[in-house]
């Protein structure tokens, strides 16, 4: 088939295309349609508004349970240090501005919270450094067993918990059961911690 051909014969089907979606945009439903679709619109740019204030309202309601980040074999250092509650990262603050240029747009959130409140140096900081979602699974874990728990007594709860992973090793088998109790990838490996202080 010639390119005049080709071009004629797909030409025609767009013409064909338009003069349906001419059609269609008269029926009222379509009409309707349309007038949702621009409404969701407006709708989801509200939300993410919103959403950006509600989560500086989580992180400024915070009663922050500190925990060092030792994941991806770095040091522990607050460097580090998240809050295993709202998820607030102070290491932010401390890396280098070169890193600031590669944020994705929950830490740039934090970031900026964090340049506007001082309440990242309050709460408890635990003297245990470990994977964060290994901590976070047991801080969820303990509040799930025990909803009314004070801060200092989850926060007892936990150095202990990780201390005791330290201490009793476990099969293979065993670490599975393990973590998917805790909701973590059955391949999960990272349960060790170390005192910070």
């Known amino acids: 088939m010639e390119i005049l051909e080709k071009y004629a014969k797909v ?40 959403y950006e204030e509600k989560r500086e309202h989580e992180f400024e309601q915070c009663n922050h349970i500190w925990v060092h980040s030792n994941e991806k074999g770095k040091q522990e250092s607050s460097e580090f240090c998240r809050c ?20 994705i747009k929950e830490e740039q959130e934090m970031y900026d919270f964090m340049l506007k409140h001082v309440v990242y140096f309050t709460g408890i900081e635990l003297n245990i450094a ?32 990780l201390a005791d992973m330290n201490k009793i090793k476990v ?21 060790q911690s170390k005192k910070v202080k």
């Open 130 to 161: 470990c994977d964060y979602d290994l901590a976070k699974a047991l801080y969820q874990r303990i509040k799930e067993k025990n909803p009314d728990i004070d801060d200092a007594t989850i926060s007892q709860y936990l150095e202990n918990a």
């Open 84 to 103: 295993i509650k709202c998820g607030l990262n102070r290491g932010l603050l401390q890396n280098e501005l070169g890193y600031l240029n590669y944020l």
């Open 11 to 50: 030409s025609d089907k767009l013409s064909k295309l338009n003069k349906e979606i001419k059609f269609l945009e008269g029926d009222s439903v379509v009409q309707e349609y349309r007038v949702l679709l621009t409404l969701r619109e407006v709708v989801e740019k509200e939300l993410a508004a919103l």
């Open 171 to 191: 099969s293979p088998d065993r670490e599975r059961i393990r973590a998917k109790r805790l909701l973590l990838d059955e391949n999960f490996n990272r349960w």
